[in-house]
């Protein structure tokens, strides 16, 4: 700090003066990302844990960046929903894994019981365009709307307005299902849920990792997988890494399930190559 005159100072900090630049640059690449189309759309397989077979996808974004190479979502997500961004990617994402479920049904790798979930952002699916390009993208495309789910925060819809309650009947009279991603981190009241049309409750990431410690009681785990039957919904578990927590996951009878023990999310060429050499669904 430079003192600049009695009692005042003119504080420089280097590190925080970086940061605010790196900030706007990052902005400004990200509006050039959406208009230059620098992003690509990867898939997780989601596997069935009664068949083992492949239930569907998540369709998860990537940014390569012309420079800086490969910026992960949790970096640049957060920016786009600050800026207001998010929305033509969230929709990128969406008409890009509709294009990719029609392309792989017309090649025979998949029939239309194959499911793809594409992640919504709260600011964005509360605006009512919406709805409107989500009609558009059904009617321009004729997909089956039983191959589309979407992924919300419970944060998203925690507060039980009739904004958003109309919203979600929306989604629901377009056919499209609803799951509620990171279910159980967003410390709210539980009661949205008998009043919102959900199918799918994902069980984040944090209460899997904690399961395959043998002194451990599974946490919360059961207790989510029982909220999901009682209220006639499906459980999916998120980051699921070790064949301990499958088996855990599997007594406990939740549904589904996605990670790393099964694969990775991988890009669209990989997928093809993995439904060509397994056609298990
Ligand atoms: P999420 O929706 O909870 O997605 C799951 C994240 O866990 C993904 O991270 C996935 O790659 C990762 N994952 C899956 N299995 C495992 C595992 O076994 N171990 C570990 N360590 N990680 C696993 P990713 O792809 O980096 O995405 C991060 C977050 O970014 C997502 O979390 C989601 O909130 C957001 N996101 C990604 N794509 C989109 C999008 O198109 N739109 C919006 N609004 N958000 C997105
Ligand atoms: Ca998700
Ligand atoms: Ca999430
Ligand atoms: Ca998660």
């Not at 451990?216 to 890494?241: D, F, K, R, S, Y």
């Amino acid at each position: 700090a430079k003192a600049l005159g009695k009692g005042q100072y003119y504080i420089f900090d280097p590190a925080m003066h970086d940061e605010a630049l790196n900030r706007l640059q990052l902005e400004n690449d990200l509006r050039r990302a959406v208009e230059r189309q620098e992003f690509k759309v990867y898939y997780q397989p989601i596997i069935s844990l009664t068949t083992g077979k492949i239930y569907g996808f998540e369709a998860l974004v990537r940014w390569q960046h012309p420079t800086r190479g490969f910026i992960s979502p949790i970096d640049f997500i957060p920016v786009a929903e600050e800026t207001g961004l998010i929305a033509s990617i969230d929709l990128w994402v969406l008409q890009e894994s509709v294009r990719q479920l029609q392309a792989w049904q017309h090649q025979n790798l998949i029939n239309d019981k194959v499911t793809c979930s594409v992640n919504l952002s709260a600011r964005h699916f509360l605006q009512f365009s919406f709805i409107q390009h989500l009609r558009e993208l059904l009617e321009a495309t004729q997909i089956n709307p039983q191959m589309i789910k979407l992924e919300i925060t419970e944060s998203a819809i925690a507060n039980k307005n009739q904004a958003t309650l109309d919203i979600l009947h929306q989604i629901r009279d377009c056919h499209i299902e609803l799951s509620i991603d990171d279910f159980g981190t967003g410390y709210s009241s539980l009661s949205y849920l008998e009043e919102f049309p959900v199918n799918v409750l994902k069980i984040d990431r944090s209460f899997i990792k904690r399961i395959d410690d043998p002194e451990h009681q599974c946490g919360l785990v059961p207790g989510i997988i029982g909220i999901a039957h009682t209220m006639g919904m499906i459980a999916i578990a998120e980051g699921v890494e070790t064949p301990i927590q499958l088996e855990k996951l599997r007594g406990l009878g939740c549904d589904f399930a996605q990670g790393y023990l099964f694969s990775k999310p991988l890009d669209p060429e990989a997928i093809a190559e993995l439904l060509a050499r397994s056609p298990q669904w």
